[in-house]
């Protein structure tokens, strides 16, 4: 069974930084697409930032580009999401999925319900 740990998320003030990780155990991560994605109450689930670890390619989504990196300790089998000059509304609960590569990061971040290994989510709290 494949088990996603996540640590991280809290409070910042606008304009501050949070680090989220996503701990991978049971497997690698080598041949899966990883993301990061964040529902805000009353919205849907969106996602915020896919790669395929096989091939290296990297999506973000428009409104966190510039701001927000992936990255990952391949050894580790963990997953990041540093988040920089957040926003209100970058505000959520934020999941960490992995799934086959079936499709292309940028398609399958754009379509959550293809993803089906979740970590139990993280709240990020936006408030000044």
């Known amino acids: 069974q494949l088990q996603l740990v996540q640590s991280g998320g809290g409070l910042v003030q606008p304009g501050g930084s949070l680090s989220l990780s996503c701990k991978l155990d049971g497997f690698t991560l080598d041949f899966y697409v990883i993301g990061w994605f964040r529902q805000a109450p009353g919205k849907e689930r969106e996602g915020v930032s896919c790669?395929?670890?096989?091939?290296?390619?990297?999506y973000y989504r428009d409104a966190v580009k510039g701001r927000f990196t992936i990255s990952r300790d391949n050894a580790k089998n963990t997953v990041y999401l540093q988040m920089n000059s957040l926003k209100y509304e970058d505000a959520g609960v934020y999941y960490c999925?992995?799934?086959?590569?079936?499709?292309?990061?940028?398609?399958?971040?754009?379509?959550?319900?293809?993803?089906?290994?979740w970590g139990q989510g993280t709240q990020v709290t936006v408030s000044s």
């Open positions: 999925a992995v799934e086959r590569p079936v499709f292309g990061p940028r398609y399958m971040c754009d379509n959550p319900p293809v993803f089906t290994s």
């Open positions: 790669f395929s670890n096989e091939t290296g390619h990297t």
